[in-house]
């Protein structure tokens, strides 16, 4: 389980422009060396996102829609040329080209569930108001692993907000189990019964 991980967390959903791009990386990876390739592929895309998420300003150099595409190649082979594969490069260059540089996020989110859903793995976000220890997490991955059959892969995220309790997003899906949450639902339980359903539960209450 390790530490914090340190990518974002993963998002609602995934554009269908990173989705092709991310299913043409994993195949190009996949056929030059199967999943060692796939694992060097991913490690190396994680480190492109941790320094543009870090860089504020190289986020919006690869990022804007002004920035010169010739110039942006150029630096892209100044930055990354021999530091990543040159498959890696390659699809950065590729992606400067065709002017999705922008849905870099996204795709580098899509091409690590690829990976995952290739190991038998499944990516699950674990969100606390305060940090959880490890055998917390593996009492939540052992629950995952029963219920979805598939070898859960963890991510710790500390969210102060919540009122305490635990979310987790899998894919799509948001499981919130927080005190928020709870709160929420009875919101919604409320404003569904109507308004003289809830006059006649506080008159129940308030009556002697």
Request: proline share 3%; no cysteine; glycine share 10%.
């Amino acid at each position: 389980l390790g530490d914090v991980y340190k990518r974002q967390p993963m998002p609602n959903t995934i554009d269908a422009v990173a989705l092709v791009y991310a299913r043409a990386l994993f195949e190009l990876a996949d056929g030059a060396g199967g999943r060692a390739k796939l694992e060097e592929i991913g490690d190396e895309l994680e480190q492109v996102m941790e320094l543009i998420r870090s860089d504020r300003r190289f986020r919006e150099f690869v990022a804007s829609p002004i920035v010169d595409r010739v110039k942006r190649s150029d630096a892209l082979r100044s930055i990354f040329h021999g530091r990543v594969t040159d498959l890696l490069l390659r699809f950065l260059l590729v992606l400067n080209r065709k002017d999705r540089l922008g849905h870099i996020e996204s795709i580098a989110q899509a091409f690590d569930g690829m990976i995952q859903a290739s190991f038998g793995n499944i990516e699950v976000d674990v969100f606390t108001a305060t940090p959880i220890d490890g055998g917390q997490l593996e009492v939540i991955k052992g629950l995952v692993r029963r219920a979805l059959g598939k070898e859960p892969v963890l991510h710790r995220y500390v969210e102060p907000s919540m009122l305490g309790g635990i979310k987790l997003r899998i894919g799509d899906s948001l499981i919130d189990g927080s005190v928020e949450g709870r709160l929420q639902r009875m919101k919604s339980a409320i404003l569904a019964s109507g308004a003289s359903s809830l006059r006649d539960q506080i008159t129940k209450v308030i009556q002697p």
